[in-house]
């Protein structure tokens, strides 16, 4: 997507460097992150400077591919080890952060070279996520009409991905057809991927969008004000069960009460067929700052970080929950929009979990 008229990837690799856009700073300042190691780059996705499933996946991928790079050219396979295993305890949640991890390492496993083997995957990994989220866009348009009001919930447009988007992805196929739609976009709390960042990638496509506060849901789709729910994920299980960012499955319920249908975007990295529902995925728990501050400019442009809770009370800060499959009208994918029974299952998965490698560990 173009940022001031220049095109970009959310995360690219140039010489050996992993080159990201700052998910951190957005939308107040757009900057550029260098992470010239693996260590810089497993930081970069702890600390969310990039974030939402698909991109992580690829910055896991390209990790890989500087560990390889950096280890002992007589035998990687101990440090690389090691730094495979430091990439993956970065977050637990996504599983396109382990799809990306496996892909790079399943191809050093196998080759003469293994840097040059990882390198070329990972790069093959963050190819074939922009097409799929390309294609998520083709297939989703058709459930956008004209003057179509969407709601979405987190970020799921091109900055959580290397390119496109998923949730977002047929918003902007459905606008450049003319159609003119609108986003509801729910702020998203604590750490508001809604009110920053899809915010201002719409902003930035020239689309119709009102920021709304995560509890104005409801009464907006009470009113029939909202034609369709489209959501990322972080991982599909077998049974179909989608994780997402907290308060997915809030509008889920609602969307079910009022009517309204509840598709969630996913490209094939996200699917995870070795998990069996949803309460099996590992939900990350972040730090409860994230829940008692908020930061911003003041009206001198100066990022201040406020206190928004009683000093001294507690807070709770789980990042995803689980929506059940029952509650999901489709899965818009880079196959077209799939039902339950037609999405990808533990008997019919092509690639086993793969390196031994375990969410959080
Ligand atoms: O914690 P985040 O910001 O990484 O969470 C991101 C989300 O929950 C997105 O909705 C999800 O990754 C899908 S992105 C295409």
């Not at 159609?179 to 899809?198: F, I, Y």
């Given at each position: 997507?173009?940022?001031?008229?220049?095109?970009?990837?959310?995360?690219?690799?140039?010489?050996?460097?992993?080159?990201?856009?700052?998910?951190n700073?957005?939308?107040?300042?757009?900057?550029?992150?260098?992470?010239?190691?693996?260590?810089?780059?497993?930081?970069?996705?702890r600390e969310m400077?990039?974030?939402?499933?698909?991109?992580?996946?690829?910055?896991?991928?390209?990790?890989?591919?500087?560990?390889?790079?950096?280890?002992?050219?007589?035998?990687?396979?101990?440090?690389?080890?090691?730094?495979?295993?430091?990439?993956?305890?970065?977050?637990?949640?996504?599983?396109?952060?382990?799809?990306?991890?496996?892909?790079?390492?399943?191809?050093?496993?196998?080759?003469?070279?293994?840097?040059?083997?990882?390198?070329?995957?990972?790069?093959?990994?963050?190819?074939?996520?922009?097409?799929?989220?390309?294609?998520?866009?083709?297939?989703?348009?058709?459930?956008?009409?004209?003057?179509?009001?969407?709601?979405?919930?987190?970020?799921?447009?091109?900055?959580?991905?290397?390119?496109?988007?998923?949730?977002?992805?047929?918003?902007?196929?459905?606008?450049?057809?003319?159609?003119?739609?609108?986003?509801?976009?729910?702020e998203t709390r604590p750490r508001a991927q809604?009110a920053r960042?899809?915010?201002?990638?719409?902003?930035?496509?020239?689309?119709?969008?009102?920021?709304?506060a995560d509890n104005?849901?409801?009464?907006?789709?009470?009113?029939?004000?909202?034609?369709?729910?489209?959501?990322?994920?972080?991982?599909?299980?077998?049974?179909?069960?989608?994780?997402?960012k907290i308060g997915?499955?809030t509008?889920?319920?609602?969307?079910?009460?009022?009517?309204?249908?509840?598709?969630?975007?996913?490209?094939?990295?996200?699917?995870?067929?070795?998990?069996?529902?949803?309460?099996?995925?590992?939900i990350e728990e972040r730090a409860e700052d994230e829940v008692h501050f908020q930061s911003g400019p003041d009206?001198?442009?100066t990022i201040r970080r406020i206190r928004v809770t009683s000093p001294g009370s507690s807070a709770r800060n789980p990042a995803f929950d689980?929506?059940?499959?029952?509650?999901?009208?489709?899965?818009?994918?880079?196959?077209?929009?799939?039902?339950?029974?037609?999405?990808?299952?533990?008997?019919?998965?092509?690639?086993?979990?793969?390196?031994?490698?375990?969410?959080?560990?």
């Amino acid at each position: 997507m173009r940022v001031h008229g220049i095109p970009y990837r959310t995360i690219w690799m140039e010489g050996g460097v992993v080159r990201l856009i700052d998910q951190n700073r957005l939308p107040f300042e757009f900057a550029l992150v260098d992470c010239p190691t693996h260590r810089e780059t497993a930081a970069a996705i702890r600390e969310m400077v990039v974030r939402g499933a698909p991109a992580i996946g690829a910055a896991g991928a390209f990790a890989v591919a500087q560990a390889f790079a950096e280890a002992p050219a007589r035998d990687p396979w101990p440090y690389a080890r090691e730094a495979r295993d430091h990439v993956a305890a970065t977050r637990p949640t996504a599983r396109d952060l382990f799809a990306g991890i496996e892909h790079a390492w399943r191809a050093a496993e196998s080759a003469v070279d293994p840097a040059a083997a990882s390198l070329a995957a990972a790069q093959a990994f963050a190819d074939e996520s922009v097409e799929s989220c390309r294609r998520i866009g083709e297939h989703g348009a058709a459930l956008i009409g004209e003057g179509a009001r969407v709601l979405t919930h987190c970020n799921a447009g091109w900055l959580a991905t290397v390119d496109y988007g998923t949730a977002l992805a047929p918003v902007y196929v459905a606008a450049a057809r003319g159609r003119r739609p609108h986003v509801w976009v729910d702020e998203t709390r604590p750490r508001a991927q809604g009110a920053r960042l899809t915010a201002w990638e719409l902003s930035g496509e020239g689309i119709s969008h009102t920021v709304i506060a995560d509890n104005a849901a409801a009464w907006l789709m009470s009113r029939g004000e909202v034609d369709l729910v489209i959501t990322g994920a972080d991982r599909v299980a077998a049974n179909g069960d989608a994780v997402n960012k907290i308060g997915t499955l809030t509008k889920a319920l609602c969307a079910r009460e009022f009517g309204i249908p509840f598709y969630v975007a996913v490209p094939p990295s996200t699917f995870d067929p070795a998990t069996p529902d949803g309460a099996s995925v590992m939900i990350e728990e972040r730090a409860e700052d994230e829940v008692h501050f908020q930061s911003g400019p003041d009206e001198h442009g100066t990022i201040r970080r406020i206190r928004v809770t009683s000093p001294g009370s507690s807070a709770r800060n789980p990042a995803f929950d689980a929506t059940p499959a029952r509650l999901i009208a489709g899965y818009i994918t880079d196959r077209g929009i799939l039902q339950r029974h037609e999405i990808p299952s533990a008997t019919t998965a092509a690639e086993p979990a793969a390196a031994g490698l375990v969410p959080g560990e």
